[in-house]
């Protein structure tokens, strides 16, 4: 069972917030103080029955709704509950409806959503407090007690993480205590692959002694929080969730806990797995997780399981879900494919698309010198590493409620939709724009210190490099021999700009994207670029994209 929408009425800076959720893990992004961590909050307040402050209303007047999809799969079949939480602001607690049917339930229901907010704060100074050490050894010499199979096969599991362990087989005490110490008192002891799998193994112990606690709790029965499939199995469902997981971990260990809470949740730990079953007596869990980061690092590369919080028009909060978006199989192959180059947009104001490396290295640069910091401004540059690629990612961008401003080379002009921010080289590609922009504003000189600073390809213009560009502009063969550029006569424009252009066509990359970027002055950038990057800073700034 997972929670898989929710409708958020007047809750803080949610007026009216619809949000649907991946099964296994949500990744929540966005602004500052928009909200992100106020829907962990509820979260809590929903699983514990808790009631709404009055600084939780939005509107005193109106009351906080939320409306809650529960939804569970069993050999394929899709089961659903629909609840609603109501509460007015001189009401002390909320009540609680079934959709289904208009009944009001009782309002204790709501614990049997079992929801853990796993806090990171104290990674890894303190990973376990000394109440728990007790609770810890409890639960692994409970474990251990099964006898010397057991103990073998939790040494074997652990030596496959990488762990060196050798445990007393018939002493289940001194096993325990040989493991507790090797996990938890040596934690920064060892190689930097030792220290994560001590720290993974420590994260998901702290786990289950929340879930032990749990089912200790007489609070709520722990067998009205169990779903039970056809097969008969029985799983414990659950609810994580991290806040902030960069505050307090680099981005290599940010990666690997929250890959290991995934496995935990989705029973891809054997030694947990076996865990679960023996200290809890059920066959495993149906965990979802929630993340809120403002790091691309936590990120997975999968656009499905992104919730954007952002600001529409009219300043009020809402909700972009990935899980809500239905691209066509090729289209959302593609996406998947290209979405690490995507992560950092998430984060930005707009995004500016571009074909190859070459722009993508020069961009940058050619917006300080036209007075535009793209940090200043959140505007992401994005190299989509083809021209085919611009309108596919330009479409997700864009199902984020991002702004998306496209630069295409002309000569596809004919098959490409146009709109408003579709935007064209002026001339055949981006380094004919280049080319003609500085010898129409006595640029020569900087296309040669461009040139002149690409040591490796000094400044001749051969055969291969003029069949290229030959091929590109459709001229005829032998139209142009080969020569160095310091060598063609400066009256001679139709030459210089087909020979300065052979030679940036012949020679792109980032480098020599990133050297054009540096050495135009600002008379020198093609108009066709600086139009592009004002009409990002337009759209930055909360003009509408139409």
Same mark, same amino acid.
């Given at each position: 069972?997972?929670?898989?929408?929710?409708?958020? @009425?007047?809750?803080?800076?949610?007026?009216?917030?619809?949000?649907?959720?991946?099964?296994?893990?949500?990744?929540?992004?966005?602004?500052?103080?928009?909200?992100?961590?106020?829907?962990?909050?509820?979260?809590?307040? %929903?699983?514990?029955?808790?009631?709404?402050? /009055?600084?939780?209303?939005?509107?005193?007047?109106?009351?906080?709704?939320?409306?809650?999809?529960?939804?569970?799969?069993?050999?394929? &079949?899709?089961?659903?509950?629909?609840?609603? &939480?109501?509460?007015?602001?001189?009401?002390?607690?909320?009540?609680?409806?079934?959709?289904?049917?208009?009944? @009001?339930?009782?309002?204790?229901?709501?614990?049997?959503?079992?929801?853990?907010?796993?806090?990171?704060? #104290?990674?890894?100074?303190?990973?376990?407090?000394?109440?728990?050490?007790?609770?810890?050894?409890?639960?692994?010499?409970?474990?251990?007690?099964?006898?010397?199979?057991?103990? @073998? #096969?939790?040494?074997?599991?652990?030596?496959?993480?990488?762990?060196?362990?050798?445990?007393?087989? /018939?002493?289940?005490?001194?096993?325990?205590?040989?493991?507790?110490?090797?996990?938890?008192?040596?934690?920064?002891?060892?190689?930097?692959?030792?220290?994560?799998?001590?720290?993974?193994?420590?994260?998901?112990?702290? &786990?289950?002694?929340?879930?032990?606690?749990?089912?200790?709790?007489?609070?709520?029965?722990?067998?009205?929080?169990?779903?039970?499939?056809?097969?008969?199995?029985?799983?414990?469902?659950? !609810?994580?969730?991290?806040?902030?997981?960069?505050?307090?971990?680099?981005?290599?260990?940010? *990666?690997?806990?929250?890959?290991?809470?995934?496995? $935990?949740?989705?029973?891809?730990?054997?030694?947990?797995?076996?865990?679960?079953?023996?200290?809890?007596?059920?066959?495993?869990?149906?965990?979802?997780?929630?993340?809120?980061?403002?790091?691309?690092?936590?990120?997975?590369?999968?656009?499905?399981?992104?919730?954007? %919080?952002?600001?529409? =028009? +009219?300043?009020?909060?809402?909700?972009?879900?990935?899980?809500?978006?239905?691209? =066509?199989?090729?289209?959302?192959?593609?996406?998947?494919?290209?979405?690490? @180059?995507?992560?950092?947009?998430?984060?930005?104001?707009?995004?500016?698309?571009?074909?190859?490396?070459?722009?993508?290295?020069?961009?940058?640069?050619?917006?300080?010198?036209?007075?535009?910091?793209?940090?200043?401004?959140?505007?992401?540059?994005?190299?989509?590493?083809? /021209?085919?690629?611009?309108?596919?990612?330009?479409?997700?961008?864009?199902?984020?409620?991002?702004?998306?401003?496209?630069?295409?080379?002309?000569?596809?002009?004919? !098959?490409?939709?146009?709109?408003?921010?579709?935007?064209?080289?002026?001339? %055949?590609?981006? #380094?004919?724009?280049?080319?003609?922009?500085?010898?129409?504003?006595?640029?020569?000189?900087?296309?040669?210190?461009?040139?002149?600073?690409?040591?490796?390809?000094?400044?001749?213009?051969?055969?291969?490099? %003029?069949?290229?560009?030959?091929?590109?502009?459709?001229?005829?063969?032998?139209?142009?021999?080969?020569?160095?550029?310091?060598?063609?006569?400066? +009256?001679?424009?139709?030459?210089?700009?087909?020979?300065?252009?052979?030679?940036?066509?012949?020679?792109?990359?980032? $480098?020599?994207?990133?050297?054009?970027?540096?050495?135009?002055?600002?008379?020198?950038?093609?108009?066709?670029?600086?139009?592009?990057?004002?009409?990002?800073? *337009?759209?930055?700034?909360?003009?509408?994209?139409?």
């Amino acid at each position: 069972m997972f929670i898989s929408h929710m409708l958020v @009425e007047n809750y803080r800076t949610f007026r009216h917030v619809e949000l649907h959720f991946d099964s296994r893990v949500n990744y929540i992004v966005g602004d500052n103080n928009i909200g992100k961590s106020n829907f962990l909050t509820l979260l809590k307040f %929903i699983t514990h029955g808790y009631g709404f402050k /009055e600084n939780d209303f939005l509107e005193p007047d109106k009351p906080i709704r939320v409306q809650i999809t529960l939804s569970s799969e069993d050999d394929g &079949l899709k089961d659903t509950a629909h609840l609603e &939480l109501r509460q007015h602001v001189r009401q002390v607690v909320p009540r609680l409806y079934n959709l289904d049917n208009g009944e @009001e339930l009782p309002l204790e229901y709501t614990r049997c959503l079992f929801y853990i907010d796993f806090a990171l704060d #104290e990674v890894p100074r303190k990973m376990i407090s000394e109440e728990d050490i007790a609770k810890t050894i409890s639960i692994f010499e409970g474990y251990l007690s099964g006898g010397p199979e057991v103990i @073998e #096969e939790v040494e074997n599991l652990l030596n496959q993480k990488g762990f060196h362990l050798s445990l007393p087989k /018939e002493d289940a005490r001194k096993a325990t205590l040989v493991l507790f110490n090797e996990i938890f008192r040596s934690i920064a002891i060892g190689t930097s692959y030792d220290s994560t799998m001590k720290l993974m193994i420590a994260v998901g112990v702290s &786990l289950l002694i929340k879930m032990i606690r749990k089912k200790e709790s007489r609070a709520i029965s722990f067998e009205n929080m169990i779903v039970t499939d056809s097969r008969g199995r029985r799983f414990l469902p659950v !609810t994580v969730s991290i806040d902030e997981p960069e505050l307090h971990l680099h981005p290599y260990l940010q *990666r690997a806990m929250l890959a290991f809470c995934r496995s $935990i949740l989705n029973n891809e730990e054997p030694f947990f797995l076996k865990l679960v079953q023996t200290i809890l007596g059920v066959d495993g869990l149906r965990g979802q997780l929630f993340v809120v980061t403002h790091s691309t690092d936590s990120l997975v590369n999968d656009y499905r399981q992104i919730i954007r %919080i952002y600001w529409d =028009d +009219r300043k009020k909060v809402q909700a972009a879900c990935g899980a809500s978006f239905h691209f =066509d199989r090729e289209i959302e192959k593609h996406l998947i494919m290209h979405f690490p @180059e995507v992560k950092e947009a998430l984060y930005s104001k707009c995004t500016i698309l571009v074909e190859g490396e070459t722009e993508y290295g020069s961009f940058g640069y050619f917006a300080k010198t036209l007075g535009v910091n793209f940090d200043y401004h959140g505007i992401c540059l994005i190299n989509a590493r083809g /021209e085919s690629s611009i309108s596919k990612i330009a479409q997700l961008v864009r199902r984020f409620h991002i702004p998306a401003v496209c630069l295409y080379d002309r000569d596809v002009m004919g !098959t490409t939709r146009q709109s408003p921010y579709v935007f064209f080289t002026d001339f %055949i590609c981006y #380094e004919m724009d280049v080319v003609k922009s500085c010898l129409a504003h006595r640029g020569r000189k900087a296309l040669d210190q461009v040139i002149g600073d690409m040591e490796d390809a000094g400044d001749a213009v051969n055969t291969s490099l %003029i069949k290229k560009a030959g091929a590109k502009l459709g001229l005829p063969k032998g139209y142009y021999p080969p020569v160095k550029l310091k060598n063609i006569n400066p +009256r001679n424009r139709e030459a210089l700009e087909f020979y300065y252009f052979a030679w940036l066509y012949g020679n792109k990359g980032v $480098i020599i994207g990133r050297t054009l970027g540096k050495s135009l002055g600002k008379e020198l950038i093609p108009p066709a670029f600086a139009r592009v990057i004002q009409a990002a800073v *337009r759209l930055s700034c909360g003009s509408s994209e139409k």
